[in-house]
Each structure stands twice: as structure tokens, then as C-alpha cells.
């Protein structure tokens, strides 16, 4: 099956610079690529995805990259801010997000230091 | 998150008695999945759903069983707890390939077996 690797599992930057957290995934068929951000005591929340006929994806502060033949995907946060102090996890799916599920990678603990 | 509602929030329970947590949704979504979040493995799969009376296995099923009698319903349940099985347990909905914006995620369950 599918299997997601994500990096760092901490990472602590200073407010106002960049955050970037990688991910690779082993499924070549693997084609839906989303973020999630999970604070305390809730439930993981969609910030951005990504389909595979896609490079890059941009949210406001937030983008996306995919490279298909490396089988890698970052998520880019700029102009970090204290409530981006969060755990993100990337996930990758078969199937578009429906069935079989999302496979996740074990999530990265993102400290935003004032 | 509005449209899902995981219940209990809480509960504790003893190692060997029948447990079942609910998830109910009111977005009528096709499919319906059950994950635990365990520090270090991140979430996984453990059953999901493409539609009524239709479940399928996912990656830690074992010691676990679901239901979907309607739509809107998502049961799991332990039918003998362990110790193993403490854990926080999300149920997440999604339209599939055709759907915006990916998974939906309840609030959680955090489940105590002692």
C-alpha cells in the first residue's frame, strides 16, 4: 500500500519567516495531495491540495508544490504568524479523496517563536 | 465542524466491554471513514464507507467493526476493548473525486480503555 514520509516532525521558525514541510510518497498512481492542520483538541482541517496534473497551488500565504517524477510534495507557509503554530499533516490518495481513504504521514509541529 | 458530529466526545471504558462510537453527518456525503490518532503513527485508517450497507477495511481494522444503516450514521464499533485501542478517534466525510474540498473531520473521540 501507500506509504507517506513527512519532514521535519518539529520545526520552530522565528514569526515573519517561512516554514516549509516535506513529504514523499511511494504509490506512483497516488494522485490527490491535501494539507491539514490540526489544533489542539480538534480535528484535522483542510488548508490546501493539490491533484497530479498540477505543479503548484497558492492560497494567500500558503502554496503548494508537486513533483510527480520525484514523488515529493511541500507545503510553503510565508510571512508566518503566531496562529499558524499548529501540527500539519500531508496525505496522498488513489483515488481523488474517495474511497480507500487518505493515507497521512505521521504530522509535523509547527512553533511559530515571537 | 458543522455538518459532523462525533459522539461521545469522552469516554472511558473497561478492557473486555462492547464500545460504539457515532458519527453523524448532515451533508450527505457518500463516503464516510473511521481514523485513529496515535502519537508517532499520525492518523490511519481503520474502516470506511462508500455508502449504505457498503464498508470496506482499512489499514489497522482489526478488533473493529462498522455500520451504516443510513446516509447520514457512520457506528464503530470495539467489540472487546484493550488497552491498544485507547486512542482518539476521528470520523471524517467526503464527496470522493468530485467533491471541493476534501475530507471533512469531526471533533473526535478521545477513548480511555483501562
Known amino acids: 500500500g501507500e506509504n507517506v514520509e513527512q519532514h521535519p516532525s518539529t520545526l520552530s521558525v522565528q514569526e515573519g519567516d517561512s516554514a516549509v514541510i516535506k513529504c514523499t510518497y511511494s504509490d506512483s498512481a497516488s494522485n490527490y495531495f491535501p494539507w491539514y492542520k490540526q489544533e489542539l483538541g480538534k480535528g484535522p482541517q483542510l488548508i490546501i491540495d493539490i491533484r497530479s496534473n498540477v505543479g503548484e497551488k497558492k492560497d494567500q500565504r500558503i502554496a503548494v508544490t508537486l513533483n510527480k517524477t520525484a514523488k515529493h510534495f511541500s507545503l510553503h507557509i510565508t510571512e508566518t504568524q503566531p496562529e499558524d503554530s499548529a501540527v500539519y499533516f500531508c496525505?496522498?490518495?488513489?483515488?481523488?479523496?474517495?474511497?480507500?481513504?487518505?493515507?497521512f504521514g505521521k504530522g509535523t509541529h509547527l512553533i511559530i517563536q515571537p | 465542524d458543522a455538518g459532523i458530529t462525533q459522539s461521545p466526545r469522552h469516554k472511558v471504558t473497561e478492557t473486555g466491554t462492547p464500545v460504539t462510537l457515532r458519527c453523524h453527518q448532515t451533508?450527505?456525503?457518500?463516503?464516510m471513514y473511521w481514523y485513529r490518532q496515535d502519537p508517532g503513527h499520525g492518523l490511519r485508517l481503520i474502516h470506511y464507507s462508500y455508502g449504505v450497507k457498503d464498508t470496506d477495511k482499512g489499514e489497522v481494522s482489526d478488533g473493529y467493526s462498522v455500520s451504516r444503516s443510513k446516509t447520514e450514521d457512520f457506528l464503530l464499533t470495539l467489540e472487546s476493548a484493550t488497552s491498544s485501542q485507547t486512542s482518539v478517534y476521528f470520523c471524517?466525510?467526503?464527496?470522493?473525486?468530485?467533491?471541493?474540498?476534501?475530507?471533512?473531520f469531526g471533533s473526535g473521540t478521545r477513548l480511555t480503555v483501562v
Open positions: 451533508e450527505n456525503h457518500r463516503y
Open positions: 471524517a466525510i467526503s464527496q470522493g473525486v468530485r467533491g471541493p474540498h476534501g475530507y471533512t
Open positions: 496525505a496522498a490518495s488513489k483515488t481523488g479523496g474517495g474511497a480507500d481513504g487518505l493515507t
